[in-house]
């Protein structure tokens, strides 16, 4: 085992930079408000808004795999108009039955959503509910409630901040300003503003009416629509910690008001006691007497169930006692010979048998066991809840883990057709007593679609109608399930990482929550942009890391959850699993759900990953070494949780020093090793108390300079929000925090820009930013983006694009070129201009045909040449931008915005008498993207954008600026698409047919 080096002694003080060190940085702040400002170009929110801001981000989806829906609302009087939320990636609004969707609410403050709902009286009222309620280990927190009145165009915040998951919404029948909110609370801490609420001016204010203490909270709420006084309420007890999920308690249970929530009863009459989880409700259109409840019922199999708890008094329910004190547990898998495995692994079925396969080597043995509990369990009641009868008798129903579901809905007009959400949809035609499908049945509800299902709606008119929300999308059906149609161009895919190669052009790779991996290029093959087509899946599971050799860019490493590694040939359809095992008789090995992976930089044959350990491959993983002793606390405690910990999250090497490597664990260790593994240093007593112990969410060797790297950590699996963010530039002796000002939200991922040192780009829980001096002052890189979730982030080695991997809105792009030249002095000049990028030609599409509405296509994001340029005032001086052939005689002019800040003039493709963008992008005129304000002018010259060698003049006044730049002709040969000779050919000839043709007039 490799040796290890006690912890050195030095002062962990904070070291301070000089102004030298942060040139640009003590600049700024010597322009901040009270300082004698020389020009307004250094303004911090100036250079927000008007410089950083006016980069552009690019959606490139993609969209086919789906992801995580979490609610559906429809209009009350118009089936076709309904909105769906994600559980990450926003609200989505159709007025024509889902052939297209308009996003709504992409700019609120979480975009993650737990509930939303129409009110019945009036379809323009919607009130969404924040913060994704399924419990997941990537289920974002909102900031309360939000009401539109007109059909989701415009929003306002209603309060409730600080309730962070809401499971429920329900709005009285008749009266839009009557509505209750169940809140579940915060995920991973205690937290006292839990419960359900009641509001009857609209949200203006809210009263708690049923209340448990801080750790349950309300998860579902039924109001009798002919009685509205008369409500239900199912309140969850349950905690999550980063080794543990603490899947119930005594808190959970029903309950029952007939005065609008003044006082409570809490239900019996047949309904189980002891330890429970997550209970849904569902009440009978037809008939509010008949109620379901889907129950997960932890109480051990074969014992008898806890005394019953006393009722509430008034709205003050009583206590419900330490759930640490009641057995714990969760469902078996179905064969009890299957070993111990985390709840996310029984909820993907797939996930599950490549567990299973790995069986020797997946789990530690020092885990507690999984004791057999009664499981999910179905109840009814004819009497308004007086009375309870179980009604499945063979083996469980829903649940499976049953934090991830718990919904439960019947059919408007038959009270024996029943369904329960869950990885199937469970479906009863006879009250609930039997059940398809029955145990490894095939045929159910919805088995041609993607499994994890979390939504449910049926169409109280026609009840072969439903909508279907689950990990891969959403689904419609009019013919009671037997046929399916997958609405498949909804854009919020759910990546936990990216990767690129450096193929022309580069293909994007990246692992999605429970949709495995997939690759796209970065362009599509013709000038008709990216389609859904252009990507495909290469691996399966919850897709994580992926790494291309570059060597060889059809070799592929891919990764899967808690591990499970493979490398594959793209080329040849070659697979091999290469997940290191432990030797024999040794300590298993324990895999975060996201495994750091990842390729050398100094050879594409060496691959490293960590379990507890460091291990390396020198053979692209047929065989492995262990480089280092347990970097995780070894915690016996937290080892014997329902979730692996005690393991490493971060890893990297330096790419100016071969064996310079770097490791961070889930319990807050950091660790460098300066000989390739075989001595291991300890640093974590040199940063702040107030983070050891958190998750280490990466670590970043600088590319410049070997003794320099920047580590993360995230409080997000403490509900802790503040960024901490550190550097050290001597190797790791002292450590420098520079998240200053970046907004209250967990640090996913820091890059240091590859091209300049000075410039470093953070992936957050809800965006990018970007430093351009050291980290002395962040700003929020770029407009477009919604507020989503970073988790990853790559600037591609060698164009000047920057990518993000979101988690819940796909993969965007920016071209981030302005960022590589950069420079203080350059934001003191009136006008400088800054190298542009090269374009690029594509053939022409050719017609598919008539494909129909209902399909999903981006614009190829960096396909135009570009010219930039930067003012640090308003002027009334022109800017004129000139392409000129290799004669000097201009080709295409354009004047330029004048207003202060950074400005892009794109040469525009097409042809003489066409208008020029001039503020580029794909919305011509208007304010564009320099943010200026007014009409682009028409481009002058003989056309649109032409192949070969140029250059460009940027002038303002007497200042004139030339670079050269490249048109890339990428059209290939003539008869290719479409099996028509010439349908895609696109020639020089055609340009110089036209510029003749001007010449003549």
């Not at 100036?46 to 209009?75: D, K, M």
């Not at 979390?454 to 439903?466: K, R, T």
């Not at 050879?603 to 993983?621: E, I, K, L, M």
Request: hydrophobic letters at 35%; one cysteine or more; aromatic letters at 8%.
């Amino acid at each position: 085992m490799p040796h290890v080096t006690p912890l050195h002694s030095a002062s962990r003080s904070t070291p301070m930079r000089s102004c030298t060190t942060l040139s640009l940085g003590c600049l700024w702040l010597a322009l901040l408000p009270g300082s004698a400002r020389t020009a307004t170009a250094q303004d911090p929110e100036h250079l927000q808004h008007n410089v950083f801001a006016q980069l552009r981000w690019r959606e490139l989806g993609p969209v086919q795999s789906g992801g995580r829906f979490t609610a559906i609302a429809v209009h009350p009087q118009k089936s076709q108009v309904f909105w769906v939320a994600a559980a990450s990636g926003g609200l989505w609004h159709t007025q024509n039955g889902g052939v297209s969707f308009t996003p709504q609410f992409q700019d609120a403050y979480s975009i993650s959503i737990g509930d939303l709902a129409v009110a019945p009286s009036n379809g323009d009222v919607l009130y969404v509910g924040t913060g994704e309620a399924n419990n997941q280990r990537s289920s974002y927190w909102g900031n309360g409630v939000h009401r539109s009145d007109d059909g989701g165009k415009t929003w306002r915040h209603l309060g409730l901040d600080g309730t962070d998951h809401i499971a429920r919404i329900a709005v009285h029948p008749q009266n839009p300003d009557d509505v209750w909110v169940a809140a579940l609370g915060a995920l991973y801490t205690a937290n006292d503003t839990r419960g359900l609420y009641h509001s009857t001016d609209g949200g203006k204010t809210w009263q708690r009416v049923l209340h448990q203490g801080p750790d349950t909270g309300c998860v579902d709420v039924v109001l009798d629509p002919l009685r509205p006084s008369t409500v239900f309420a199912a309140t969850y007890e349950r905690r999550r910690r980063a080794w543990h999920f603490e899947e119930g308690g005594l808190g959970s249970r029903l309950w029952k008001s007939t005065d609008a929530g003044a006082s409570w009863t809490q239900l019996g009459g047949g309904l189980p006691e002891g330890r429970l989880g997550r209970i849904g409700l569902a009440m009978y259109a037809g008939d509010s007497k008949i109620l379901y409840a889907s129950i997960e019922n932890l109480n051990p199999a074969a014992a008898p169930a806890a005394a019953p708890t006393a009722p509430p008094a008034g709205n003050d329910p009583k206590a419900p006692g330490d759930a640490n004190d009641a057995p714990t547990g969760a469902p078996d898998p179905a064969d009890a010979a299957l070993p111990d495995l985390p709840a996310e692994l029984l909820a993907d079925p797939v996930a599950f048998g490549d567990a299973v396969r790995r069986a020797g080597n997946a789990q530690d043995p020092e885990r507690r066991p999984r004791a057999k509990v009664q499981g999910g369990e179905i109840y009814r009641s004819d009497d308004g809840g007086a009375t309870w009868q179980k009604r499945n008798t063979k083996g469980e129903i829903g649940g499976n883990p049953g934090y991830y579901y718990g919904q439960i809905r019947i059919d408007p007009k038959d009270p024996e057709l029943v369904y329960v959400l869950s990885v199937q949809v469970h479906r009863s035609r006879d009250g609930g007593r039997t059940w398809t499908p029955e145990r490894n049945g095939r045929e159910h509800f919805a088995h041609t679609l993607h499994s994890d299902h979390h939504v449910l709606w049926l169409d109280p008119q026609d009840g072969q109608h439903a909508l279907l929300g689950n990990d891969g999308g959403l689904a419609q059906t009019w013919d009671g399930g037997q046929t399916w149609d997958h609405l498949a161009h909804v854009p919020i895919t759910q990546y936990y990482t990216i990767a690129v190669d450096q193929r022309v052009p580069y293909r994007i790779y990246g692992g999605l929550q429970d949709n495995g991996t997939w690759v796209f290029p970065s362009e599509g093959p013709t000038a008709g942009g990216l389609s859904s087509s252009d990507a495909h899946r290469i691996d399966g599971g919850d897709g994580f890391h992926a790494a291309v050799d570059p060597s060889d860019p059809d070799v592929v490493y891919t990764e899967s959850q808690f591990g499970g590694m493979s490398r594959q040939n793209l080329r040849t359809g070659e697979r091999k699993g290469i997940q290191p095992k432990a030797p024999k008789g040794a300590q298993p090995l324990r895999f975060n759900w996201c495994t750091p992976l990842f390729l050398s930089p100094h050879n594409p044959h060496t691959v490293y990953t960590g379990s507890q350990f460091v291990h390396r491959s020198r053979d692209r993983g047929n065989t492995w070494s262990t480089i280092s002793p347990d970097l995780s606390h070894n915690d016996a405690e937290k080892k014997k949780g329902n979730v692996p910990h005690c393991t490493i999250t971060a890893l990297a090497e330096s790419p100016r020093r071969e064996g310079w490597l770097w490791a961070g664990t889930d319990d807050g260790r950091v660790w460098t090793s300066k000989d390739g593994g075989q001595r291991w240093q300890e640093l974590t007593e040199r940063f702040p108390a107030e983070v050891r112990g958190l998750w280490v969410s990466r670590i970043e060797a600088s590319p410049h300079t070997e003794a320099t790297a920047f580590v993360a950590w995230t409080g997000y699996r403490e509900d802790r929000r503040s960024p901490f963010l550190f550097r050290t530039d001597d190797g790791g002796e002292t450590w420098l925090p520079i998240e200053h000002d970046l907004p209250m939200e967990p640090i996913n991922v820091v890059r240091q820009h590859p091209r300049n040192p000075n410039v470093l780009l953070v992936g957050t829980e809800m965006g990018a930013y970007v430093s351009v001096d050291d980290g002395a002052q962040w700003f929020r890189l770029g407009s477009g983006l919604p507020r989503v979730a970073v988790h990853d982030l790559v600037v591609h080695p060698r164009e000047s694009h920057v990518l993000v991997g979101t988690h819940g809105r796909g993969v965007w792009a920016l071209d981030a070129a302005a960022l590589e030249t950069l420079q203080p002095e350059l934001l003191q000049r009136p006008f400088a201009a800054l190298p542009p990028s090269d374009g690029v030609l594509l053939r022409r599409p050719f017609s598919p045909g008539n494909q129909g509405a209902r399909t999903w296509s981006a614009a190829n994001p960096f396909t135009a040449a570009t010219f930039r340029y930067l003012l640090a005032e308003d002027t009334t001086t022109k800017v004129t931008i000139q392409v000129l052939d290799a004669t000097g005689r201009t080709v295409w002019s354009q004047d330029g915005p004048t207003k202060a800040g950074y400005h892009e003039v794109v040469w525009q493709a097409g042809r003489q008498g066409r208008p020029g963008q001039g503020q580029g992008g794909q919305n011509p005129g208007g304010q564009g993207q320099a943010g200026s304000g007014g009409p682009a002018n028409f481009g002058r010259g003989s056309g649109g954008m032409r192949a070969g060698q140029w250059a460009v003049v940027l002038q303002h006044g007497e200042t004139k600026t030339v670079f050269p730049f490249r048109v890339h002709d990428r059209r290939g040969p003539t008869g290719v698409l479409g099996g028509v000779a010439g349908a895609g050919a696109h020639d020089d000839a055609d340009e110089a047919a036209a510029e003749q043709a001007s010449s003549r007039r």
